[in-house]
T-cell receptor, first 111, second 113 residues
Framework: DVKVTQSSRYLVKRTGEKVFLECVQD?????MFWYRQDPGLGLRLIYF???????EKGDIPEGYSVSREKKERFSLILESASTNQTSMYLC??????????FGPGTRLTVL | GESVGLHLPTLSVQEGDNSIINCAYS??????FIWYKQESGKGPQFIID?????DKRQGQRVTVLLNKTVKHLSLQIAATQPGDSAVYFC????????????FGGGTRLMVKP
């Protein structure tokens, strides 16, 4: 079975802090994605990556950056966390033209 | 538990009944569709998918129907069980969208014992 893991289930940070969210998949998938999920807004794509060191902006990239130094790991970075970035963050991976496999999510609260 | 969505449409069914969850999509070029289930506090789980060259696909207790004429997708769950209680949402992929999915807002299914 594909396994997508995220470094934290719950995270509490302060405004202005730099935040790293890590995602690792163990199935050698080329494609990895970061979403945020908010009540009433559904899943919104922040960034995605087709390969190592490659990244593409999604629908809401402002305030975020990403890093893909290794195929299995895709990191989401909040350069200076703000309260409006309080959300559930979901990582996903896929290979080819198939469904995306999701991690368990990280619930981030920015105070 | 955590709430995935506070403003979702809700479908309430009796245990043992069949459930039908609907999804309308807007992109006529979409050629791949997926249904996900998300339980409280967890990430979305794949349920079933269908490609646009099909109009029906069956899994274990689940059936997905695709009506391309009216751009409508439905998920049918047979003999609904308490463990089926979750948020269900559809996702679509356009022909030229690479591996990007567009997600619907979701429907909360509540199963009454």
């Amino acid at each position: 079975d594909v396994k997508v893991t995220q470094s934290s289930r719950y995270l509490v940070k302060r405004t202005g802090e730099k935040v790293f969210l890590e995602c690792v998949q163990d199935m050698d998938h080329e494609n990895m994605f970061w979403y945020r999920q908010d009540p009433g807004l559904g899943l919104r794509l922040i960034y995605f990556s087709y390969d190592v060191k490659m990244k593409e902006k999604g629908d809401i990239p402002e305030g975020y950056s990403v890093s893909r130094e290794k195929k299995e790991r895709f990191s989401l970075i909040l350069e200076s966390a703000s309260t409006n970035q309080t959300s559930m963050y979901l990582c996903a991976s896929t290979v080819g033209y198939n469904e995306q496999f999701f991690g368990p999510g990280t619930r981030l609260t920015v105070l | 538990g955590e709430s995935v969505g506070l403003h979702l449409p809700t479908l309430s069914v009796q245990e043992g009944d069949n459930s039908i969850i609907n999804c309308a999509y807007s992109n006529s070029a979409s050629d791949y569709f997926i249904w996900y289930k998300q339980e409280s506090g967890k990430g979305p789980q794949f349920i079933i998918d269908i490609r646009s060259n099909m109009d029906k696909r069956q899994g274990q207790r689940v059936t997905v129907l695709l009506n391309k004429t009216v751009k409508h997708l439905s998920l049918q769950i047979a003999a609904t069980q308490p463990g089926d209680s979750a948020v269900y949402f559809c996702a679509e992929k356009g022909h030229n969208a690479g591996n990007m999915l567009t997600f619907g807002g979701g429907t909360r299914l509540m199963v009454k014992p």
